[in-house]
């Protein structure tokens, strides 16, 4: 069985990731994926982890639009193909790697929907509401509750443009997901119980 975990920044995810890890003994694919990914493009794991928040600049979205549309005419050199795309199909393919090997928790990197075709998948969706988020990091990393908020825009916004931009994907549409949970009501601890049932259901 795979798990696929998406969450909103703040909504206790690593908690609840590391608690269902422990608890299944699957192997998790979070930390270590821009460090595979880095030594295998011969880059730094820092310049991976950095692409899932990199807007796409208006030239390059012209440009991929261009050649989608008119793939016989417009055809741009390969050595223009910029990191962002090579590092996004090595990450499919550590990924993938993973569901083959069974029993993994993929977080985060879309892997509800680079694995979408297959149905041995549970795919959650962390969340809870804002001002509960905003309290979570202010307790957790000290900050303040402006400087909370604006990081929560900031990580979810990325993540949402990595999703639209990548793979034309509504993040956190409830639609993509088989199970949705509100880490707020439920807790950390009830999440993760939840999560094990449902994999239950379905394994």
Known sequence: ???????????????VIHGLAELLGYRLLDEDL???????????????????????????????????????SFQPAPEVEDL????????????????????????????NVVLRDRTDVLRVFLTAPLQWRIEHITES????????RTEIARVDGG?????REQYDFA???PHHYDLVLDVARFG????????????????
């Not at 880095?38 to 990199?54: D, F, K, N, W």
């Open 159 to 163: 993540r949402r443009n990595y999703a």
């Open 188 to 203: 950390v601890d009830g999440a993760i119980a939840l999560i094990d049932a449902a994999r239950g259901a379905i394994g």
């Open 171 to 173: 993040w956190g549409d």
């Open 141 to 148: 990393l000290g900050l303040t509750q402006a400087a909370a």
């Open 84 to 111: 962002a795309a090579i590092t996004q199909r090595e990450i499919e393919r550590l990924i993938h790697e993973a569901a083959d090997a069974g029993n993994a928790i993929v977080v985060g990197r879309l892997g």
């Open 1 to 15: 069985m795979i798990i696929t975990v998406s969450r909103e920044y703040g909504a206790a995810g690593r908690a």
């Open 34 to 72: 821009p460090v595979v990914v880095a030594a295998r493009l011969g880059t730094s794991p820092e310049a991976v982890e950095g692409i899932e928040y990199q807007k796409t600049g208006f030239g390059r979205r012209l440009l991929r639009s261009l050649s989608v549309a008119m793939p016989e």
